[in-house]
């Protein structure tokens, strides 16, 4: 009875946090629309290549929002206790895609903006480039806020990286907001050629920072994605201890199943199919596992274990 109470509370609690997440998720991805057209138009009339690279970005976001889109609806079809490893692999290949994406547009925006900054652009209308800025800087701080909330409620790691990335484009936002603000206030009031020149320079200095950056974000999503998404084998090393281990504890059970066991990213993985006799009590098995695992940290600094018990046909 406790059980079944308890279980089901968990189960209530999983849909909540799943539901939170899904409203969190679409509310993201379509008032991310919006501003990828505004930014895209403000970009062209106001001659300002750091906006252009800003609705770039966006643009890769939403290729990569897609793929959120389809994480959130699996989760809400899929059993989690069937599926422990989650939705990890859609989110890891949506990483791996923004970074694909975002290492030739970074490489690129680059070279435009050194190019800009040898030949300095003779006009740049900086109160129409900061006018994409201000509501996406509202948008990122509401939906920091939210996500927030909905960490201090639920633990889930897309929770957690949402939160953090609203908290890097909240500042992100700030920044660009800032330098060009500094810059339409140096253009209206300088009156030398030197501090139009100072001015005019901002904003391919700019996307110059914001490119390297994406880049070198670009480059560390793809390398750490791509090793989590590509799966081996654990070593003939790394199975001998294994089997040392189950040696250790062979008086506990009674015989071995399928041992299922695989390298993905620095994560290893492991399964245990251990057979029981049916009069085993719990409490026996659980502690076993609780051995295992202990003697396990011994050995792998990170993995994932899980014992499956199996009754003696």
């Excluded at 409490?283 to 993995?303: G, H, M, T, V, Y």
Aim: hydrophobic share 45%.
């Amino acid at each position: 009875m406790y059980m079944n109470t308890a279980r089901n509370n968990i189960g209530q609690e999983n849909e909540s946090a799943i539901f939170s997440l899904k409203k969190l998720v679409d509310v993201c991805f379509f008032s991310l629309i919006p501003l990828l057209v505004l930014c895209s138009i403000i970009g062209i009339l106001s001659h300002s290549i750091s906006i252009s690279l800003i609705a770039f970005d966006y643009g890769i976001s939403l290729v990569v929002q897609l793929f959120f889109f389809k994480a959130i609806r699996t989760m809400m079809r899929s059993n989690s206790n069937v599926f422990p490893y989650g939705t990890g692999k859609i989110e890891n290949f949506s990483a791996l895609l923004y970074g694909a994406l975002a290492v030739p547009a970074g490489l690129f925006f680059i070279y435009s903006s050194i190019l800009r900054l040898i030949d300095v652009p003779h006009f740049i209308s900086f109160s129409l480039a900061q006018i994409p800025l201000i509501p996406n800087l509202i948008r990122s701080s509401l939906l920091l806020v939210w996500a927030k909330r909905l960490m201090k409620r639920f633990s889930s790691p897309m929770i957690h990286s949402y939160y953090i990335n609203f908290k890097v484009t909240t500042m992100f936002d700030i920044g660009i907001l800032g330098a060009l603000f500094f810059a339409f206030v140096l253009a209206r009031s300088g009156q030398t050629q030197t501090s139009q020149l100072i001015a005019y320079s901002v904003d391919p200095i700019l996307c110059l920072a914001i490119s390297s950056y994406m880049l070198i974000s670009g480059l560390r999503l793809t390398v750490q994605n791509f090793k989590v998404l590509t799966d081996f084998p654990l070593s003939e090393g790394d199975q001998l201890k294994i089997m040392r281990i189950l040696a250790h504890e062979y008086e506990c059970y009674e015989n071995i199943g399928n041992i299922y066991t695989r390298y993905s990213g620095s994560k290893r993985l492991i399964e245990l199919e251990l057979y029981f006799k049916k009069e085993t009590p719990l409490e026996k098995i659980i502690e076993l596992r609780d051995r295992i695992e202990n003697l396990l940290k011994e050995d792998f600094a990170d993995f994932h274990f899980s014992l499956i018990p199996l009754h003696l046909p």
